[in-house]
């Protein structure tokens, strides 16, 4: 891909600077540069349309006979879910359709994922080209950084991750109650398998968040003085290398339990039972 040119504003700031060499294109790099933010806006994309399309459909997302029931609606805390579906209760009465059954916690997960340290550099460089990769101009003029509305939001993530954690532990709960037979008594199925690789994954993604290595070491002056503190701080450090790869393997997790439970819920395919 040749390098095309980019018109230098007067003022600005990075690149833009007065201060800066000028040239006139925008790269000189001369390898396909913009394969990677291609490949993630694409990916995102995908996952967000799919994800959005199923949470508000309200069709073949809970297995009475097995209780499997698909992350994207859990908790289902209305009368509107599928009688069974609501482990927690029904709180809330019956729900527009415009609005999602799993609304609860759809906005906390979505800001979980959207202030991730990984997915603000995957989204800036891949949608907002701020900039769209290494040695590349960024075509903004100016640069504020996290400072104002809507970036300074950015800021929330910690408190992000309690919301999301406490969802893991519902995540779990209804992968516990997944084991659930025929016969009413225990069972266990690909479906099972499905959905417990699933919760593991999701909460070693969500425990390899940078929030969560802060909690365990975050502040500390002297590890020898707080070795629990400092062999939780280690073991989530070395989760926290494979951030970037839990976070778009999760997605596909989601996608693929979500669209199993859909296939057994609508009687597309039968679950193999391994027993009962």
């Given at each position: 891909m040749s390098a095309a040119p980019t018109a230098s504003p007067q003022t600005g700031t990075g690149v833009f600077s007065q201060t800066r060499a000028k040239i006139s294109a925008r790269t000189l790099r001369t390898d396909r540069w913009w394969l990677p933010p291609l490949i993630t806006a694409v990916g995102l994309a995908a996952f967000v349309t799919y994800?959005?399309?199923?949470?508000?459909?309200?069709?073949?997302?809970?297995?009475?006979?097995?209780?499997?029931?698909?992350?994207?609606?859990?908790?289902?805390?209305?009368t509107s879910c599928e009688p069974g579906s609501s482990h927690f209760g029904t709180p809330f009465g019956d729900l527009p359709m415009f609005i999602p059954l799993g609304f609860v916690v759809l906005p906390f997960l979505l800001?979980?994922?959207?202030?991730?340290?990984?997915?603000?550099?995957?989204?800036?460089?891949?949608?907002?080209f701020s900039p769209p990769a290494c040695a590349v101009a960024e075509p903004h003029a100016k640069y504020t950084g996290e400072t104002k509305l809507p970036l300074i939001i950015q800021n929330a993530h910690r408190y992000f991750f309690y919301v999301a954690t406490l969802v893991s532990l519902v995540n779990t709960y209804d992968a516990i109650t997944a084991f659930h037979g025929e016969d009413g008594g225990f069972g266990f199925g690909l479906g099972n398998v499905v959905l417990l690789v699933n919760v593991v994954l999701l909460w070693a993604y969500t425990l390899s968040c940078h929030s969560c290595r802060h909690i365990m070491g975050g502040k500390l002056k002297h590890f020898s003085a707080h070795p629990v503190r400092y062999w939780f701080w280690t073991q989530i450090s070395k989760l926290n290398t494979r951030h970037m790869a839990l976070a778009w393997t999760t997605l596909g997790t989601l996608v693929l339990t979500d669209f199993y439970v859909m296939l057994v819920a609508s009687e597309t395919i039968s679950d193999p039972?391994?027993?009962n």
């Open positions: 994800a959005t399309i199923r949470s508000f459909v309200r069709e073949a997302y809970w297995v009475d006979k097995y209780h499997y029931l698909t992350p994207f609606y859990s908790p289902c805390l209305s800001g979980f994922r959207l202030t991730c340290y990984y997915y603000r550099k995957a989204y800036y460089r891949a949608v907002w039972r391994f027993f």
